[in-house]
């Protein structure tokens, strides 16, 4: 941590001090402002300096880890928020929610508090934050810590980082990186998952000093369509390799039903297992929802009410054969949505209709055996489809 308290309980911070000033300061007694457990300044040349607590604490905002990149980085966001004339604090802590931010922003109308995360915490932890800030009339704004900045058509998130996933319509899913070593802020906007933790994306990189906050997104650079429909379908029939010679297949609640319904896993036709928009709130491939949506509703004798196939994705999900991701900052979209988004597109390419009570019926469309030359075609076919569709 940056602040610590002195013996009077004046708050004093290590920010923007000289290696003399900040050396000065060890002949003191400093204490920690959250557990008024003495704490030690760590000063030295070529480290940031900062208050650590002794190794024996137990105090709740150490265990939340600080590293150096966490003090870098803090302290790079700090003279940017102030540089752009942000009434910024460092590290406040706020007694009743016994939490003490990176920083807190004070706008006339508007408070913010700015949590820049380097290390892996468990999800809960992260949305009990959240939760607290909230619960105080904070908004929080979360920048995630990299050592390295994004390179590569792919990403592999860690579990702490997809929670804070933010979304706004005119962009879509975003996230913010910050990486103190390169001084560039990385917002990755979009991800796609292509398997369960592996996601295509774009980014959006700008110098730190080149951003407004809250930081903007300028403009989102434009998606090689045919490479990401290409690759979708190549992982859409991994996923189908990897369940089918799984040495746990005949476990596989998804392939048990596939082949009850007298289906093929491998020829089930390309609109299962399409990309659709926001289908990050689920978990699991959308080959899987969106075969069940077949299954439940699409396929029975009788047409079915946006509301009943909801109903019975929702039973899907309570009975654990779907799992949905929870997106703590994300408030107004949910899976729902996705449903939608697919029907929409079911219905755009003719696979399904709609009748004049908005009830949804299925046209007479193949969920059986295709022919192997017919796939090839298919797939060109939807690719076509699909790159009008998402663009
Ligand atoms: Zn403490």
Request: with cysteine; charged share 20%.
């Amino acid at each position: 941590m940056l602040v610590a308290m002195c013996k009077d309980g004046l708050h004093v911070s290590l920010f923007n001090l000289s290696y003399e000033q900040a050396l000065s300061m060890k002949r003191q007694k400093w204490y920690c402002p959250a557990c008024t457990d003495a704490v030690l300044p760590k000063i030295g040349r070529k480290i940031i300096p900062h208050f650590a607590h002794y190794p024996h604490s137990t105090c709740s905002l150490k265990l939340q880890g600080e590293s150096y990149m966490h003090h870098e980085g803090k302290n790079d966001l700090f003279k940017f928020l102030v540089s752009a004339q942000h009434t910024t604090q460092l590290e406040p802590y706020l007694i009743t929610i016994n939490r003490r931010p990176d920083l807190l922003i004070s706008q006339p109308h508007q408070k913010w508090v700015v949590e820049y995360q380097c290390s892996s915490v468990p999800e809960d932890n992260l949305i009990q934050r959240i939760e607290d800030y909230e619960s105080i009339g904070l908004e929080s704004y979360w920048i995630i810590g990299n050592e390295e900045n994004h390179t590569g058509t792919t990403i592999r998130f860690k579990k702490f980082q997809l929670i804070l996933l933010r979304y706004t319509p005119s962009v879509g899913y975003y996230l913010f990186f910050y990486s103190p070593k390169t001084k560039l802020v990385d917002i990755i906007v979009n991800p796609v998952a292509i398997s369960q933790s592996v996601f295509l994306y774009t980014n959006v990189r700008t110098p730190l000093h080149q951003q407004t906050f809250p930081f903007s997104i300028y403009s989102v650079p434009q998606v090689n369509m045919n490479h990401f429909l290409h690759t979708w379908f190549n992982h859409r029939n991994k996923t189908i390799c990897y369940k089918v010679k799984s040495t746990k297949s005949y476990q596989d609640a998804f392939l048990l039903e596939v082949y009850k319904q007298g289906h093929f896993p491998f020829y089930l036709p390309l609109f299962i297992g399409i990309p659709c928009r926001h289908s990050i709130h689920f978990h699991t491939h959308p080959l899987i929802w969106q075969y069940y949506i077949w299954t439940d509703s699409l396929l029975s004798t009788t047409s079915c009410t946006l509301l009943v196939i909801k109903e019975r994705m929702k039973e899907r999900i309570r009975k654990g054969d779907i799992a949905i991701r929870y997106f703590p900052l994300i408030k107004k979209v949910s899976y729902e949505q996705a449903i939608e988004d697919y029907l929409r597109q079911l219905v755009h390419f003719r696979c399904i209709e709609v009748g004049k009570d908005s009830s949804f019926s299925f046209k007479n469309v193949s969920l059986f055996q295709v022919k192997e030359e017919d796939i090839h075609e298919q797939k060109k076919e939807w690719i076509n489809n699909l790159k009008n569709w998402l663009i």
